[in-house]
């Protein structure tokens, strides 16, 4: 699997930020700790890429030339 990198300025700290609810189940495990699974996420439409250097914020079709570390001028 590829890194994709920022467009912009190359870096490789891109996030993908979301806002979502989580629906998570407790449990005990064998040792008697708390663990949670996830039973369900819900995505709201506020939700972008940014590098976390740059703070630049690529729409998702921007990434693909990133792909390689080839970089475009913004």
């Given at each position: 699997?590829?890194?994709i990198l920022c467009p912009r300025c190359g870096s490789e700290c891109l996030f993908h930020y979301t806002d979502a609810?989580?629906?998570r189940t407790p449990f005990l495990d064998d040792k008697g700790s708390l663990r949670l699974i996830d039973e369900q996420?819900?995505?709201f439409d506020?939700?972008?890429f940014q590098c976390a250097r740059c703070?630049?914020?690529p729409e998702e079709d921007d990434l693909v030339p990133g792909v390689h570390g080839?970089?475009?001028s913004a």
């Open positions: 699997m590829d890194q609810y989580v629906l996420t819900t995505e506020e939700n972008f703070g630049h914020r080839e970089s475009i």
